[in-house]
């Protein structure tokens, strides 16, 4: 099971920091991911960082947003900043192995 948090409402410009929470084992040996949805659109690939923590971003957000995690807290992180209109979404965390989604959080970037 993966526990999305940390959405919210933001300026444009400002920044969050989103964080899922894995239970169950092996959360060290996964690729973990973000995947975001926009109203309207179809669900668009953020970034993913490996077991060996080797990541990559999709050019929307490179340079903007930065993917980490700490193995001994079951947790994958999600740093935003510089944050856009676009980038208002619910954001997804997803463990690729198993293809285990969260339930989401919605971050909405706004003045």
């Known amino acids: 099971q993966l526990v999305e948090s940390g959405g919210g409402l933001v300026q444009p410009g400002g920044f969050l920091r989103l964080s899922c929470t894995a239970s169950g084992n092996n959360f060290s040996g996964s690729t973990m991911a973000w995947y975001r949805q926009a109203p309207g659109k179809q669900r668009e690939f953020v970034a993913t960082?490996?077991?060996?923590?080797?990541?990559n971003y999709a050019n929307s957000v490179k340079g903007r947003f930065t993917i980490s995690r700490d193995n001994a807290k079951n947790t994958l992180y999600l740093q935003m900043s510089s944050l856009k209109p676009g980038d208002t979404a619910v954001y997804y965390c997803v463990r690729l192995e198993t293809n285990v989604w969260g339930q989401g959080t919605q971050v909405t970037v706004s003045s």
């Open positions: 960082i490996t077991a060996g923590g080797a990541t």
